[in-house]
């Protein structure tokens, strides 16, 4: 297991923008960001590959966020821009995707990542 840190969050409303942070001791492969409301499965926000530039979305956050990495300080970025009220969410950090090669495309799927941060509520009012 790899301890996951996130930082940011917090309440905006809606047409603003919120950055979060995600430390790690040690990253490699695949690591990305999840959301997830009461109620509702946990949802792949964005992906991307340690030391790689490739970074992937789900199609209801492209163009608004931008996830980014800092590989000398293991940090993981997830810039959001344009926020909407249906971005209310708990978001998550998630690493360790042991199984998930490069070309996979399971990469925003939950179930293919084992360690997971405590994760950090991000509020968007309309």
């Known amino acids: 297991q790899v301890p996951l840190v996130e930082s940011g969050g917090g309440s905006v409303q809606a047409g603003g923008s919120l950055g979060l942070s995600c430390a790690a001791s040690?990253?490699?492969?695949?690591t990305a960001w999840f959301r997830q409301t009461p109620g509702k499965e946990r949802e792949g926000v964005a992906a991307?590959?340690?030391?790689?530039?490739?970074?992937f979305y789900a199609d209801s956050v492209k163009g608004r966020f931008t996830v980014s990495q800092d590989n000398a300080k293991n940090t993981l970025y997830l810039q959001m821009t344009n926020l909407k009220p249906e971005d209310t969410a708990m978001y998550y950090c998630?690493?360790?995707?042991?199984?998930?090669?490069?070309?996979?495309?399971?990469?925003?799927?939950?179930?293919?990542?084992?360690?997971w941060g405590q994760g950090t509520q991000v509020t968007v009012s309309s």
């Open positions: 040690y990253r490699r492969g695949w």
């Open positions: 998630a690493a360790c995707a042991w199984g998930l090669a490069y070309v996979d495309s399971r990469r925003l799927v939950p179930s293919m990542y084992n360690c």
């Open positions: 991307i590959y340690t030391g790689m530039s490739g970074q």
